[in-house]
């Protein structure tokens, strides 16, 4: 019986010890669920109150965006993230969707004026492609005939949105904004070679008028024939973003800040009359000079007391140069374009006077052109008197009357007196011999006569080391842009004056177009008018004395009859 009663007693402790140990677990297990349940709670309400923080911060900025959008705006707003896709024009001015015409016109934007947008990249793009400075510029608009959703942008402003290529579909933030107009301009070329250019303020003008604004810090592209310019806008006034349509803008061009010799495209290195340089060029390249006559040189050149000398001397190294001068607007002379040139063998002399052409003052250029192997060079110009040499040669015409006791000898066709005639054709029949070739008769040494030969084409004499030069250069056909072929003397006469490519600068804009056709007016036919000036003089600006606004091409015509007595 006792031993029943300590099982029982037993049995009841072991039970209420379970019963203790369930009611511990559940205690623990319902304080664990109250904690976490109070920990949920509070990461609820933790991100309840980020939401509604972020959103209350999405409102201010909105609201902040809304108001720089109507300020800045003037009244309208217009704030679209649109995809930037590129297309190929010239200028800043962007292609919309035509929505976005639809959503101006209905706040009046059309009726204040050009409108101006502000473009930068778009927050999300540049955490997705990674970049930390997102481009920001401005623009006009060309038209709205953009597919919906897509922005079409010129290699302008897309080169100034994006100076790397971006690695996604670029989206770009557009606003509408209003801009001051522009009153001062700063600008810096990249690299040399742009205060190079003929009335390069004119030609930068030219370029702007493609342009309805200027942001400080972007890059312009200038093109002037073949060559191309980057400048930086420095410094803008009354704003750092202005517009450009319609004003008159100062615009001051400092000294680019390069200092590297090398670029991509021709420089011309300063030459000072009387001081010689010294240069190297490689075959089939060319090194290019320029250097200024002013009017005081160009009178005394031209009253043939002096000359210009061109001065090219070489190293006997194997190498051969040719020798090529022009004067601007042709910047660089070359084998098809040029007024003077050399190409004898190893160092040249040039000599250019009154009776080439008229030798106005102002810039001229010259290009060493690597004929034959990599050429080392010293190159000057310098002003040669004439005044010696001209008394030197009076006083040679005046002993040159022939005596009347000399004889013509039969050899050398040289008069020699009657007394010693005999003596000298036996002495130059044997050591001299005339060429007999049709029109040369030049006297010979006999040694010198296998080396004087004649080219068979143009008839010219020459020494038997340059005859291989003279065909090459001279009688090589060369190929013209515009389908021309043809040697180089009648090329230099087609790209100077006939061939519909060439260059030439137009009187009105003062920047380099090619000449193209004639005029489709017949009036600007008859004044000489190409193409392109034509349109260009199209143009009209307030004349100086009455305001009036006049045609550029009818300025003159307006001047001679409205204000001849003034």
């Known amino acids: 019986m006792e031993f029943e009663l300590r099982a029982a007693k037993a049995k009841l402790e072991r039970e209420q010890k379970e019963r203790k140990d369930k009611a511990r677990l559940k205690l623990e297990r319902e304080r664990k669920s109250k904690h976490e349940a109070i920990k949920q709670r509070e990461a609820i309400e933790a991100a309840q109150r980020i939401r509604r923080l972020d959103v209350a911060q999405a409102k201010l900025k909105a609201d902040q965006m809304t108001e720089e959008s109507l300020l800045s705006g003037k009244g309208v707003m217009f704030h679209h993230i649109l995809e930037a896709v590129p297309y190929q024009g010239s200028g800043d001015k962007i292609k919309l969707p035509s929505s976005c015409f639809t959503e101006l016109s209905d706040q009046g934007a059309l009726d204040k004026g050009p409108m101006y947008f502000r473009l930068s990249k778009c927050p999300l793009h540049m955490e997705a492609s990674g970049l930390e400075n997102g481009g920001v510029t401005h623009s006009g608009v060309l038209e709205f005939t953009a597919p919906e959703g897509f922005v079409e942008v010129p290699p302008h402003v897309w080169s100034n949105l994006f100076p790397a290529t971006p690695s996604s579909a670029p989206l770009i933030e557009v606003r509408y904004v209003r801009l001051p107009k522009g009153v001062y301009a700063k600008l810096q070329p990249a690299e040399r070679g742009f205060s190079d250019i003929p009335n390069h303020k004119a030609v930068l003008e030219t370029c702007l008028r493609q342009h309805a604004t200027l942001s400080q810090g972007e890059v312009v592209t200038v093109n002037h024939g073949e060559l191309t310019f980057k400048l930086q806008v420095l410094e803008l006034k009354p704003s750092s973003s202005v517009s450009v349509l319609e004003t008159d803008i100062e615009v001051d061009i400092v000294g680019s800040n390069s200092t590297s010799e090398r670029t991509d495209q021709h420089v011309l290195l300063q030459l000072d009359l009387g001081k010689t340089e010294s240069g190297y060029v490689e075959e089939g390249k060319y090194a290019y000079y320029k250097f200024s006559i002013d009017n005081d040189v160009s009178d005394i050149v031209a009253s043939e007391e002096a000359t210009i000398m061109v001065k090219l001397e070489t190293d006997n190294d194997g190498g051969d140069t040719d020798l090529y001068v022009s004067k601007h607007p042709i910047m660089f002379p070359n084998q098809h374009q040029h007024e003077w040139s050399s190409h004898d063998v190893g160092s040249k002399v040039l000599i250019i006077g009154s009776k080439d052409s008229s030798i106005p003052a102002g810039v001229y250029s010259i290009g060493v052109f690597g004929f034959k192997g990599t050429t080392n060079f010293k190159i000057s110009v310098a002003i040669q008197d004439n005044s010696n040499r001209s008394l030197g040669e009076r006083a040679a015409s005046s002993s040159s009357t022939v005596d009347a006791n000399s004889v013509e000898c039969r050899n050398c066709h040289h008069y020699i007196p009657s007394k010693t005639i005999a003596l000298h054709e036996a002495y130059c029949a044997r050591h001299n011999v005339q060429c007999q070739h049709a029109g040369c008769g030049v006297v010979l040494r006999r040694e010198e006569a296998d080396n004087h030969i004649h080219c068979e084409k143009c008839g010219k004499a020459f020494q038997q080391r340059e005859i291989a030069k003279h065909m090459k250069v001279f009688h090589e056909p060369l190929h013209c842009s515009c389908g021309v072929i043809l040697e180089k003397e009648a090329m230099v006469l087609h790209q100077s004056s006939v061939c519909p490519l060439r260059l030439v600068t137009c009187r009105f804009c003062g920047d380099m177009v090619q000449a193209g056709n004639s ?48």
């Open 519 to 566: 005029a489709n007016d017949a009036r600007d036919r008859l004044r000489g008018f190409s193409e392109h000036e034509s349109v260009c003089g199209s143009r009209t600006t307030p004349c100086d004395s009455c305001g009036r606004s006049v045609m550029l091409k009818e300025m003159d015509i307006h001047q001679v009859a409205v204000h001849q007595k003034s």
